[in-house]
Nanobody
Framework: VQLQAFGGGLVQPGGSLTLSCAAS????????MSWARQAPGKGHEWLAT????????TYADSVKGRFTISRDNAKSMLYLQMNGLKPEDTAVYYC????????RGQGTLVTVSS
């Protein structure tokens, strides 16, 4: 099982960024998928989950209305569109199978700063 997140970078407050996650080694379309993050010096935080068909996504209150999770089962890809970024969104972002933190692979760093 491999999960590799990418697309992070430095963005100004109020800006947007889209993260991607490439999945391999398992039947991607058979599992709900999630995004989570870990800010420096803090524990991990679940952000969003999407079911196998891409319907009925759920979000943490901290990102609801700003972030959008989506998936492309044909490409085994998971996405996170992030708008209205805030300094407190600075973290390493990971994709996970269901909400299992232990399944995370390589994360991508998002830094929100002016």
């Amino acid at each position: 099982v491999q999960l590799q997140a990418f697309g992070g970078g430095l963005v100004q407050p109020g800006g947007s960024l889209t993260l991607s996650c490439a999945a391999s080694g398992f039947s991607f379309d058979a599992f709900a998928m999630s995004w989570a993050r870990q800010a420096p010096g803090k524990g991990h935080e679940w952000l969003a989950t999407i079911d196998t068909g891409g319907d009925s996504p759920t979000y943490a209150d901290s990102v609801k209305g700003r972030f959008t999770i989506s998936r492309d089962n044909a490409k085994s890809m998971l996405y996170l569109q992030m708008n209205g970024l805030k300094p407190e969104d600075t973290a390493v972002y990971y994709c996970t199978i269901r909400t299992a933190w232990g399944t995370r692979g390589q994360g991508t760093l998002v830094t929100v700063s002016s």
